[in-house]
Every structure is written in structure tokens, then in C-alpha cells.
């Protein structure tokens, strides 16, 4: 069996060429991005996980065709985010969105480029004690969407959990489980993140564990790192423990506002993410393209987060001025960007252009002179230049045209129309013939 012409083209960072993207309707009902792949590349435009994350910023009262329209829009720059199938489920693409925008809004507060307003919203932490009020330790929940529970590519482009690391300090150190859990038919990934002050000891796995109790997966995670980190472990023993505390209410938690001195766990947290995302990817030494990077990529989306995580400290969300919808702005140098894309900037002029000749023609309606509105709203052109641009508004303009016919098809002085005249939008010889023609009109009646 021959290679195909989409896998001959793939780059390392696994993407695809496409020639376009469109929404089909698939056998389950569920609406597909279908890709045309293209036969070679042509420009192939930077892409960054800001850059995915903000395609839909601006859809939350968008319906769910526009919303699949929007993402076909930004799949014919990308091509399939999650490896080499000719369709991808618009459901794995909102699902991936979702997770990038999170991870981002989180890294934008950790970097302090957005407002600790809303607390890293969806991050939870609860303050666990010991009865007389001692901190034992805190811990930070967060869960994010992966798809529905009957997986999709998105959700199966992340490795199983459960998945735990281990952060040392000095002061003590950082525990974070990540585990896989189902609920109202969507599948998540549920991080949970334990902060203490001094070193895992078996009395602090055990209180640990009373606090986990109702979570079976998270408990299995942390019964492992202990046995793991701690000689001698006695898995039994420690449940004992753990489960005297509980009966004894040794241990009690509250739920406490999340701030900006919390910013080193949210950190830790969105590394998290990225991580999960990045567990396929694999180390290339003899790759054949002079990139300099050894690392492949399964899936384009895998390599949109690695280069986000490469910059965590650099990165700075820009929102576009016509759309709303984010880009990326880290190491975005030279005059302030605007704009998401070209059709946006033009979108952009072509409405301040509209704006502008209404001015025009309203401020000339109000008796305001040429020469005025020249200077006012054309100050950057030649008083020449501007005057003959605003009669050609003017002239073209059907109201104005008929104010004149109707005060020329009245007796007595035509003001309005003189000034017309007078200013070039109208003609000596056009507003004769108004006249005559109103003349003949009285005459018949």
C-alpha cells in the first residue's frame, strides 16, 4: 500500500496541508469538520494555542451552526488539530477550545495581564485543619472538559490517568493528581493539586487520604506517590490512620478565596495541562527537515500547546477589535495589533468608512460648510483633496437628491439647492431642469 500524499506532506509538528474545511453532517447527526487535503504547502501560517483558544471567544451567543461556521473558518488555516482524518467532530474541537481558553485566562492572571477579578473561577480551594485551627495543607481542584463519554479523538489523543507529579521546595512542596472522571455524560479530567508546608510524611499522607475519602481514584493516585516517595509504607496502616482521623473528625476543610498569592499553584496547574497534552510526543533525531527540533508531534494540537508552555511567562492574550475574538500576542513586537485577521482589519476600515460618510452627510444636512467638515474629519488630507472626496459622498447621496427635487418643486427661492450648487454637489443645468420640470407641473394642474 502506497504512502499517502497526506502523510508524505506531514510536518513534525503534525500538520496537514488542506485546501479547505467545511461543516457535514455525520451518520451519528453530530456535525464534522470535513478537510480537503491539498497535493503541497502553500503559506503556512503561524499558528498559536491563543490563536485556537480565541476563534470563539466572541460565540457564547452564537447558535450552533454559527459556532460550527466559526471553527470551519479557522480549520481551513489549520488543517485537522488531532492527527490525519479527513473529519474531526466539532464536538473535539469546542472541547479543545474550551481547555486552551481556560489554560490561558488562568496564565494571563498568574502573569498579572488579567485582573484576579473572578479568582481563576473555576479553580476551587479548600483550606484543610486540624481541630485547633492548624493549616495541615491546601489543596486546588480543577476540572476541564475532554469530551463526551463515549470518547472522541480528543479525548483519546490524552493518555489514561491517573497521572501525579511531584513539586519540591525548601518550604515543603506541591502533590498534583490528575484522574479521569465522568459526569452528566461528559467525560473530564479532574487536577488536584495538594500544597504543604513541610515534607510528605505518613501522618500527612493520611490526613491526605481522610480528605480524599469520597474519591476513589484520586485516593488510589496518592496511595501510589506515598509508596513511592516513603520507604516501608504500609498501605494498611496508612488506611487505618486515615480512617481513625475521619472517624475521630481529625481533620476539617473550608473553602477559601483563591488570590494572587495563590499564582505559584495556578501556575503549576497550567503546566499540568500542557502536560497532559504533550504525553505522546516523541524525540526524533534523524528527522529529515532542518527545523532543529527533535521532537514530533502526534497531533497539531499537541504542538500548539508545547510552544504555549515553552512561553508560559510570555503570554499575553490580544482581542481583536472588530470580532472579539483572541490571538496571540506573545513576542508580538512594533505597533499595537488589532486585529485577528485581515478580513477583520478591512471589515474594520470599511465600517469606519461608512461611519465617516454618514458624518459627512449628516454634519452638511446641519448647514455645516465643506471647508468645516474637511478639517474636522479629514485633517490628515489636503483641504483640496478632502473637499472633492465629500462632494462625491454627497453627490451620490439619494436623500440629499430628493431634498433637492422637493424644495425645487416648491414656488418661490430654492435655498438649499443654490447651496448645493454652489458647492459643486449639484449643477447650474440639473437644478434648471428641477425647476422647469416643477414649472410644467404647476401648469398642468
Known sequence: MGIKVSDRLRTSRGRYPVNDAFVVSGQDGRKRIEFSFAQEWGEERPIALEDLAGCLRASRDLDPDEICERIALFARKTGPLLGDAADEAVSDWQFAIGAAQEAIRMQEQVNGTRPWVSEAERVVKTTVTDPAGGVLFNCYNYTFGIGPENPGRYSSSIPSAPWVRTFSESRGGDYLFAVRSVEGGIEAFDICLVS?????????????????????????????????????????????????????????????????????????????????????????LFKSDDTGDSLAFDTFLSSLWYD???????????????????????GHRGLPKRYCSDECRTKAKNRRERDKVSRVRAMYMEGHSIPDIARELYAEKSERVAAKDIVSMLAKWPPLKQAIRDECAKKGEHPFARRCCEDGVISERQIELLEKRASRSGRQR
Do not use: W
Not at 481529625?250 to 504525553?279: C, N, S, W, Y
Not at 504555549?308 to 506573545?330: D, I, N, P, R, W
Open 196 to 284: 504543604c508546608e513541610g515534607s510528605l510524611s505518613l501522618a500527612l499522607l493520611a490526613q491526605m487520604l481522610c480528605f480524599f475519602n469520597d474519591q476513589p481514584l484520586t485516593r488510589a493516585a496518592l496511595l501510589e506517590m506515598g509508596v513511592g516517595q516513603l520507604d516501608g509504607v504500609d498501605v494498611a496502616e496508612v488506611e487505618r490512620m486515615a480512617s481513625a482521623l475521619e472517624n475521630e473528625n481529625a481533620v476539617r476543610f473550608a473553602e477559601t478565596p483563591v488570590g494572587k498569592a495563590d499564582a505559584p499553584h495556578i501556575q503549576r496547574i497550567v503546566q499540568a495541562m500542557a502536560a497532559l497534552h504533550l504525553q505522546r510526543v516523541t524525540v526524533d
Open 308 to 330: 504555549f508552555a515553552m512561553q508560559l511567562g510570555a503570554v499575553k492574550v490580544g482581542y481583536c477589535q472588530e470580532c472579539g475574538a483572541g490571538f496571540s500576542l506573545t
